[in-house]
């Protein structure tokens, strides 16, 4: 059965930290891994990987993807309040994982 | 130009009444997925549609949930005798072409509240 876990389950910070969130997958039929953003209502669509090696970045977010050892990273730097919400991973046909409830203090 | 538009935002249901969500996908995309999003939990697939077409329905109840994305108008997702855990957050997205499914655009989701 396809698998994504994502880690840590929740995370506070203040302003200014740097998070890495993690998303390790076990799926059938890989094709690509996305990244959502989900605050208090629906998910913004932030990265797609398909190659591993490659980061993607957009402003201070940039993720990257080791199909060898099966997992995403994405990085936070310069973290601020709005960054507050919830990270979703999505691997194969849309499964998604758990999420992870990141918090950022001021 | 609009997003994905979905309603009611909210909806609230008796035991045993039929809930019936709506969805209109972004100008130009054809392709519309169903989420469920119960409460602390993560979304989980539902049913893949096209115009006038199911694509994939792997994630869906077999009994009590049917989805239809007709010609002309929204698609539906109708749940017919909810249940008290039907209640959580049904979310809609939408691509513009099977090359694109995993480049969704989500809806605000409805929430669905069955007392």
């Known amino acids: 059965e396809d698998k994504v876990v994502q880690s840590p389950l929740s995370l506070v910070v203040h302003e200014g930290d740097t998070v890495t969130l993690n998303c390790s997958y076990e799926v059938t039929n890989f094709r690509s891994l996305l990244w959502y953003k989900q605050e208090k209502k629906a998910p913004t669509f932030l990265f797609m990987l398909?190659?591993?090696?490659i980061e993607k970045k957009s402003g201070r977010l940039s993720s990257i993807l080791d199909k060898k050892e099966l997992f995403s990273i994405l990085n936070i730097t310069a973290t601020q309040t709005g960054d507050s919400a919830v990270y979703l991973c999505a691997v194969g046909d849309m499964r998604f994982g758990a999420g992870t409830r990141l918090t950022v203090k001021p | 130009n609009a997003g994905v538009m979905q309603n009611p935002r909210h909806l609230v249901r008796r035991r045993g009444q039929e809930a019936r969500l709506r969805c209109s996908p972004m100008k130009g995309h054809s392709h519309v997925y169903w989420y469920r999003q119960l409460p602390e939990e993560g979304l989980k697939f539902m049913v893949y549609l096209q115009k006038e077409n199911i694509i994939d329905e792997s994630g869906m109840p077999k009994e009590r949930f049917s989805a239809e994305f007709p010609k002309e108008g929204p698609s539906i997702l109708r749940i017919q005798q909810v249940v008290r855990g039907d209640s959580a957050a049904y979310f809609c997205?939408?691509?513009?072409?099977?090359?694109?499914?995993?480049?969704?655009?989500f809806g605000p989701g409805t929430r669905l509240t069955v007392t």
């Open positions: 398909t190659s591993s090696g």
């Open positions: 997205a939408s691509s513009s072409s099977p090359g694109h499914r995993y480049e969704q655009y």
